[in-house]
């Protein structure tokens, strides 16, 4: 069974530049969340998309923005890149979003900003 | 403010000995899970604890959660060096839906063969 996708594996943007990042989810997973883990830190969680609509967002400024689309797929875009946006972008997915639903995450874009 | 606090940062062990990792918080969490990451690749859930008190044996990795629901322990029995890598906690803080975890900042284990 195909796990968690992320495109691309690997991106280097300059600074001011937008960036567009892609996770598809496991079949029949329902739930998207995207998270940011910095070099040496824990993942932060950036949004949630349960059924293509937002049920969470973290604190992260206004140039980020999410969507997820009828299959379930889900897009990352960040604009105007800063420097301190370069991180491990992870996206995970769910069946549903009760506790007892496990994510199950992808491997990651590399995301380094220039 | 980190809200959960795992601690240590790094362990460097030899092949064979215990190991315990703390992840702590001052808030009550509805679930608490573990993970394991290895460079290059995304978190891989362990287990997930509910109950405060509750204990879970995986081989021999046995997690712990408080009995408050505010902090959580991993220890590993004879540790290999296949058990290298990055060990995450994330809660879910009561109320919030699952997705939406709250990771500590990890550990760093090495074990030399």
């Known amino acids: 069974d195909a796990g968690v996708t992320q495109s691309p594996t690997h991106l280097i943007k300059t600074r001011g530049q937008q960036v567009t990042l892609r996770c598809s989810p496991i079949s029949g997973h329902k739930s998207v969340s995207w998270y940011q883990q910095v070099l040496g830190q824990g993942p932060q969680f950036i949004f949630q998309y349960y059924e293509k609509e937002e049920r969470g967002r973290g604190n992260f400024p206004d140039r980020f923005s999410a969507r997820q689309f009828p299959n379930y797929s889900s897009e990352l875009n960040v604009n105007a890149l800063l420097l301190g946006d370069s991180a491990l972008y992870l996206c995970?997915?769910?069946?549903?979003?009760?506790?007892?639903?496990?994510?199950?995450f992808g491997n990651g874009t590399r995301l380094t900003v220039t | 403010t980190q809200l959960l606090e795992q601690s240590p940062q790094f362990l460097s062990i030899q092949e064979g000995e215990n190991l315990t990792v703390y992840c702590n918080s001052s808030?009550?969490?509805?679930?608490l899970q573990w993970y394991r990451q290895e460079p290059g690749e995304g978190p891989v859930l362990l287990v997930t604890?509910?109950?405060?008190?509750e204990v879970k044996k995986l081989k021999r990795l046995t997690f712990q959660f408080g009995d408050a629901r505010k902090d959580s322990s991993l220890h590993i029995t004879a540790a290999q060096p296949g058990d290298t890598g990055l060990y995450l906690c994330a809660g879910v803080v009561g109320g919030t839906s699952y997705g939406k975890l709250t990771f500590g900042q990890g550990t760093i284990l090495t074990v030399h063969p």
């Open positions: 995970a997915s769910s069946e549903q979003i009760i506790y007892n639903s496990p994510l199950h």
């Open positions: 604890v509910v109950t405060g008190g």
């Open positions: 808030s009550v969490f509805s679930s």
